[in-house]
């Protein structure tokens, strides 16, 4: 990688944290700190939620997947679609709809705060060890493509998504996002034709690559893996705590729905146009072995890339992982200050508060970097690791989301459904293999993990059923609703969201700028490189033109009020 590509790297993170911390005074409280104020506009979330999904495993991964296998992982990552769309019509309006700030909130409402608390105690553990470990593979590949010092690059790279992120709070966190967003999508729409160009177009392409290579599903991805895949992602996307807050931080059901709707949406496309490169680099390389594919989406890139756009879209997969990080972090903050700090000091000020939010994200996000550091001498560890983690994933997220539609259920039985689906998910995935010889394969796992809990519950329904159960609790949550609706907060938080939309435009328009030079100082692509960056500058033009002219609308509603008072 050349000085110019690791020039526009250290470029892109100061915009990305130039624009977190110039949220640094909208976080006035709780609210606005971790749901940002409850009414941010539904694209922004939408967009957020997306690039909240990506990290390094899309590119390494799906990209090793899509250069061994072909067409199979773009069928995979297309249930992700249906499963976003399922979320919007289903399980995003009824966060939306218990209007509270976190998933934690929630479930002490609903299920009582011992539940609340063994599952805060659970979902911060269980986070913490998996941000860690999506902070280390970033920092492996600004390692492999710098030749910097690993360690330096956990704790500067870690060290600046906390600041960011403990400065600006969920704005930070969304806005950085939706650049992301853009710099990702343009880098990737320049890859395509150029890599396209290499095999001699989509018919070179097509005669080019191996037998099956276009083959829906395979062996190793059968249609029942698939099936219980987008599940599994349904659960995942409708459940996890820190996607859970886009749900909750839009003012109204119907804009929880579009931001699940965006998500669906954008997956319906993005899973060919993201999967074209490794898959185009079959052809150009079908040599790569064992681990070597797993690089494939990053030398598709080098490749074919001008000068300096390979750093742009190195810092794009570098903070899409950060998203992950930092979305984590701020939940994980939220629900220490919201649900369990709060609770041992009802009285605290608001102040005081917001010193212990930022205070408990700069500790997580500490907590983050060492458990980063200490990834190689764990070993395999972090297989593991990862492995609980995706083990967990219905285990843990399916029971709060019955929650939102069953009357019957309470703390006893969703928390125990947990514990059962975790204890039989983990005895087959480490103990069966090795008393009983008996291995899963990858669709048994996943069916397993995803129809466990679903089995639980469903048990526990029929019982409560049969027994006429009146569930105390459930009217208990009735009365706290009824409650809400009398003593309902303003949501309208009118000035930080339009000095959000000012903040994404001038960074989309610096992005921009950033296209149109890489274009003119590249020696091929020229054009295609600077009319997407002016693409990019008209489209943070026009955010920047009706965010004004929103402003000035308002400001003279206001001043017709004042004189109507007079």
Not at 29 to 46: D, E, H, T, Y
Not at 142 to 154: C, D, F
Not at 250 to 263: H, Q
Request: glycine share 8%.
């Amino acid at each position: 990688m050349g000085s110019l590509d690791t020039l526009t790297i250290i470029i892109f993170s100061l915009v990305v944290f130039i624009t977190g911390i110039s949220f640094s005074k909208s976080g006035k409280n709780i609210k606005s700190f971790f749901s940002a104020g409850g009414a941010v506009p539904w694209w922004i979330n939408g967009l957020s939620l997306y690039m909240s999904f990506f990290s390094v495993g899309t590119f390494v991964v799906w990209g090793s997947i899509a250069y061994s296998h072909g067409l199979v992982a773009i069928t995979i990552q297309s249930t992700m679609c249906l499963a976003g769309l399922a979320v919007g019509f289903l399980i995003a309006p009824r966060w939306n709809q218990t209007k509270t700030i976190t998933a934690a909130q929630f479930i002490s409402e609903r299920l009582g705060e011992n539940t609340q608390k063994l599952y805060t105690y659970l979902f911060l553990a269980i986070s913490m060890f998996t941000t860690g470990a999506f902070l280390y593979p970033v920092a492996k590949i600004i390692e492999v493509s710098t030749g910097m010092s690993l360690p330096l690059i956990i704790i500067l790279l870690g060290g600046l998504i906390t600041i960011y992120t403990a400065t600006g709070g969920l704005w930070a966190v969304l806005v950085t996002d939706v650049l992301q967003f853009i710099v990702l999508t343009a880098a990737v729409l320049i890859v395509v034709p150029l890599a396209l160009e290499e095999v001699n177009g989509i018919s070179g392409f097509i005669n080019k690559a191996p037998t099956d290579f276009f083959a829906l599903q395979n062996e190793d991805y059968t249609w029942s893996f698939i099936f219980a895949f987008g599940l599994y992602n349904m659960i995942y996307i409708g459940g996890n705590w820190a996607y859970v807050q886009r749900y909750t931080s839009v003012a109204r059901p119907k804009d929880a729905k579009k931001v699940g709707w965006t998500f669906g949406i954008l997956y319906l496309v993005s899973p060919l146009v993201w999967m074209l490169p490794p898959m185009i680099y079959k052809v150009l390389n079908p040599d790569l072995q064992g681990l070597a594919d797993e690089g494939a989406y990053l030398m598709m890139c080098k490749e074919v890339l001008p000068v300096g756009l390979l750093g742009l879209i190195l810092g794009g997969m570098i903070f899409a992982t950060a998203s992950s990080v930092n979305s984590t972090l701020n939940i994980a903050a939220g629900v220490f200050t919201n649900d369990l700090y709060k609770r041992i000091r009802p009285g605290a000020s608001n102040n005081e508060t917001m010193r212990i939010a930022r205070l408990a994200t700069a500790i997580f996000g500490a907590l983050t970097i060492i458990i980063a550091l200490m990834v190689q001498r764990m070993g395999g560890i972090v297989e593991v690791v990862l492995s609980v983690a995706a083990i967990t994933g219905s285990a843990m997220f399916l029971p709060p989301i019955w929650a939102l539609f069953s009357k019957r259920q309470n703390g006893s039985s969703i928390f125990s459904a947990t514990v059962i689906s975790l204890i039989i998910n983990l005895f087959f995935k480490f103990l069966a293999p090795v008393l009983f010889d008996l291995s899963l394969s990858r669709a048994q796992e996943m069916i397993l993990g995803v129809f466990c809990p679903v089995l639980v519950l469903a048990a526990f329904e029929v019982i409560f059923y049969l027994n006429k159960y009146h569930n105390q609790s459930y009217l208990i949550y009735q009365d706290i609703q009824n409650s809400k609706k009398d003593f309902e907060e303003e949501t309208s938080e009118g000035e930080d969201n339009l000095h959000g939309k000012k903040v994404i435009a001038k960074g989309i328009i610096a992005i921009g700028i950033m296209m149109i030079v890489l274009g003119f100082l590249s020696e091929n692509a020229w054009l295609l490189v600077s009319g997407m960056g002016m693409v990019i500058c008209i489209t943070g033009m026009a955010i920047l033109l009706i965010s004004t002219k929103n402003q000035l609308s308002t400001l003279k509603g206001e001043i017709r009020d004042s004189r109507d008072i007079l």
